[in-house]
């Protein structure tokens, strides 16, 4: 027998709330000289803002982003930056806890794998696997971590505190037992460091320091007048950036905070597009969400995490942004002119284990215009891509599969808007 329960959500518009209503009745740094270009070793897939998907090996990133591959058979293709909405390495399977110490930057970039150095009164020294020296401006930090737990879950729970907890003042967490510390951050070198508590400054050995999240209201990272590209590296390192280009087989660009950074071609896993023409839902509010129980309690969608509060995974992929949810999940997106396609990857997140079954329906001004087979760990995650142009409201549905709601985890990874 099924239960339901209702969560009571913000007025919406009467066309947005008719519309829901219509789902519930449906059912259920310098750079070298340059040298000759070559193509990269690793095969790259560019998915395309028409949906369309082009694969080779890279021989030219030019300044503006626009894109040379050379595939395995035919002529070299050269892909507009304005059409390109990101480029994988095919078969690279993600990296699982961070290694070493983790730099935090505003809106989930970050240097893993690093060694920290000492901080100036302005600039932070950090030695990247990937990516090299980099001086990062202190306002430009979200946080520290020193000793990173192995346990990726445990990792990533870590991570989220550091990003999320600072507000008015600096945070340090402690070795053993995690106790927290509030005030102000002093200063850092290779053995120490100094701190601004309660009772006075302090100096602590980094042996004893866990993690330092910085006040997020004095953090500064400036977001680049035009596009812009994220670069992510092998060890799960991500960094925005200008001016990419390729020199003797590396990736040099510079980074939103003025630095020069170089990465090996053979270390690029992905590189996305940012620029006013791809939103992602993680950074649209939700018109209104409303979920149905099965026999037990409903769980809220989250942002960028499974609905469990873990990294999105799909088929061994982790990815960054996404929405997870659980069945049953209706949210409903407001639409703006201009908004003309919608896609996304769908799938089970791999917590979810060999019980898990969902549906996924997508929804347009009340029409729907996408729906799964019951989707399954076993199953291959799928691609959506859907015209919205001219519509209202766009309506995710996340419904129940063969077996009520048992670890429905549900992923909406990447899931966007291109305008």
């Not at 998907?53 to 890279?58: L, N």
């Not at 729970?157 to 990003?163: F, K, P, Q, S, T």
């Not at 500064?220 to 092998?234: D, Q, R, V």
């Not at 590189?271 to 939103?279: A, E, K, N």
Request: proline content about 7%.
């Amino acid at each position: 027998m099924t239960g339901a329960t209702t969560i009571p959500v913000p007025h919406l518009a009467p066309l947005a709330f008719a519309m829901l209503f219509s789902v519930f009745s449906l059912g259920a740094d310098a750079p070298p000289t340059a040298g000759p270009t070559v193509p990269s070793d690793p095969i790259f897939s560019a998915l395309m803002a028409d949906g369309t998907v082009a694969s080779g090996r890279i021989r030219q990133i030019s300044p503006n982003g626009d894109l040379t591959l050379v595939p395995s058979r035919g002529a070299e293709q050269v892909l507009a930056c304005r059409r390109l909405v990101k480029l994988s390495r095919d078969g690279f399977l993600s990296m699982n806890a961070p290694e070493k110490q983790l730099v935090l930057l505003p809106e989930g970039d970050r240097l893993y794998r690093a060694v920290v150095g000492a901080a100036s009164e302005t600039k932070l020294d950090v030695q990247s696997l990937t990516f090299g020296k980099v001086a990062i401006p202190l306002e430009s930090l979200a946080g520290l971590v020193f000793d990173p737990p192995v346990d990726e879950d445990a990792s990533f729970e870590l991570v989220n505190r550091v990003r999320t907890e600072p507000q008015r003042s600096e945070i340090l967490w402690l070795a053993p037992n995690g106790d927290r510390v509030q005030g102000g951050f002093l200063g850092l070198d290779e053995k120490a460091l100094k701190f601004q508590a309660s009772t006075g400054p302090i100096s602590l050995e980094l042996a004893k320091v866990v993690a330092l999240g910085f006040d997020a209201s004095l953090v500064s990272y400036p977001k680049p007048a035009g596009p812009f590209f994220e670069l992510t590296a092998s060890d799960g390192s991500r960094l925005g950036v200008t001016n990419p280009k390729i020199v003797q087989g590396e990736v040099i660009a510079t980074t939103r905070f003025g630095a020069p950074v170089r990465l090996a071609l053979n270390d690029l896993v992905h590189l996305h597009t940012r620029s006013d023409s791809i939103v992602y839902l993680t950074e649209r509010e939700v018109a209104e969400a409303r979920y149905v129980g099965y026999v037990g309690p409903t769980r809220p969608f989250r942002r960028n995490s499974s609905v469990d509060g873990h990294p999105l995974r799909l088929a061994g992929q982790t990815y960054d942004r996404g929405l997870g949810t659980q069945s049953r999940t209706i949210l409903a997106y407001r639409l703006a002119p201009g908004d003309r396609r919608f896609q996304a990857l769908v799938g089970l997140d791999d917590r979810a284990g060999p019980l898990g079954s969902v549906v996924f329906r997508v929804l347009v001004d009340a029409q729907e215009r996408f729906i799964s087979s019951p989707i399954s760990a076993r199953d291959t995650p799928k691609a959506i891509d859907i015209d919205v142009q001219g519509a209202k409201l766009l309506i995710l549905i996340t419904e129940f599969g063969e077996r009520g709601e048992v670890r429905d985890f549900a992923d909406w990874v990447e899931a966007r808007l291109l305008r």
